[in-house]
């Protein structure tokens, strides 16, 4: 249990569809992260939150629209996704936005594994 | 060139061997430098955090930073089957996002 709860686990969807990843953090932190994973690729920074406002968005397609309702909540909305958005989605957090510095590490879910079919 | 390299394996050892994971960055003002563990279809989990250069040791692994030649590494001692995972390493130069190298896939075999 890493204090950073995400659901669902796994989840297939058509490229019509919408869907929602949910991401919950139970450790008091004020800063939230989307990633993705792709294989054999490094983590893929998506989305900064810090205190529920959006700091930074790396080029993220629109068919990827993220949701921070309060500092503990975070969602990823999706529609009319690709095929090769099929990836491992990871939440994190961290006490505060500046990632690695003064012990101000990241702590990441179990990650939303998504086909898109 | 890529900010933060890693070779990405598969590394295959032995139990009870000594493994040596690393990686090599090109941007000099990285000061602060992690390991993370990633299991099969789990998240990765932070293993080593360390600041600058020097050694930092924790059980069976030790943490190395070089920053003169601009290369860390994760050292596990007498390895078990329970090391096998990926093992990312991640850097920042402080209030900056954190660059993740792509994992080196680790397999320890009894």
């Known amino acids: 249990e890493t204090g950073v709860t995400q659901t669902p686990r796994h989840l297939v969807m058509g490229m019509t569809n919408k869907k929602s990843l949910k991401c919950e953090q139970h450790?008091?932190?004020?800063?939230m992260y989307w990633y993705k994973q792709s294989a054999k690729k490094p983590l893929e920074l998506m989305f900064v939150?810090?205190?529920?406002?959006?700091?930074e968005n790396n080029s993220v397609p629109s068919r990827f629209s993220p949701e921070c309702p309060n500092s503990s909540h975070l969602f990823l909305h999706l529609h009319t996704l690709q095929p090769e958005d099929s990836a491992l989605y990871l939440c994190?957090?961290?006490?505060?936005?500046?990632?690695?510095?003064?012990?101000?590490?990241?702590?990441f879910g179990e990650g939303s594994w998504l086909t898109v079919v | 060139q890529k900010e933060v390299e890693q070779d990405p394996g598969p590394l295959s050892v032995p139990e009870g061997a000594i493994v040596s994971l690393n990686c090599t960055y090109s941007?000099?003002?990285?000061?602060?430098f992690m390991w993370y563990r990633q299991y099969s279809r789990k998240g990765p989990e932070l293993l080593m955090y360390t600041y600058s250069s020097g050694n930092k040791e924790d059980g069976r692994f030790t943490a190395q930073v070089d920053k003169s030649s601009k290369y860390i590494s994760l050292f596990i001692r007498d390895s078990q089957p329970s090391d096998s995972a990926t093992y990312l390493c991640a850097m920042s130069g402080g209030y900056n996002k954190l660059i993740f190298g792509a994992g080196t896939r680790l397999a320890v075999h009894p």
């Open positions: 941007n000099s003002a990285f000061q602060y």
């Open positions: 450790l008091g932190h004020n800063a």
């Open positions: 939150y810090n205190f529920k406002e959006q700091t």
């Open positions: 994190a957090s961290s006490p505060e936005k500046g990632q690695g510095a003064f012990g101000n590490t990241i702590y």
